[in-house]
Nanobody, 114 residues
């Protein structure tokens, strides 16, 4: 699976962005889809994931502000980010786990100015 992330950019604190991730082939119902992020000098961290049935999990730092969603028919993954904070600045990566296989997108830069 090849993943193409988009939607990043520069936004002021308190603003919103919507990230999209397009897969080049079918996302299966039991695939686990996720967004990760990596800020300069920090380890890559899980932002949110979504599993079959729509069950989702979020990092504590983004709960209530970010929403992950999937459109399996369109092979798309989204991350709606509201009330953005400077600490959210990072490169955001989409990820798909199919069984024991892991696929990463190329990343999209999100910069939040104070």
């Amino acid at each position: 699976v090849q993943l193409q992330a988009s939607g990043g950019g520069l936004v002021q604190a308190g603003g919103s962005l919507r990230l999209s991730c397009a897969a080049n082939r079918r996302i299966l119902p039991f695939d686990v889809l996720a967004w990760y992020r990596q800020a300069p000098g920090k380890q890559r961290e899980l932002v949110a994931n979504i599993q079959s049935g729509g069950y989702s999990n979020y990092a504590e730092s983004v709960k209530g502000r970010f929403t992950i969603s999937r459109d399996s028919a369109a092979n798309m993954l989204y991350l709606q980010m509201n009330s953005l904070e400077p600490e959210d600045s990072a490169i955001y990566y989409c990820h798909v786990r199919q069984g024991y296989l892991n696929y990463w997108g190329q990343g999209t830069q999100v910069t939040v100015s104070s």
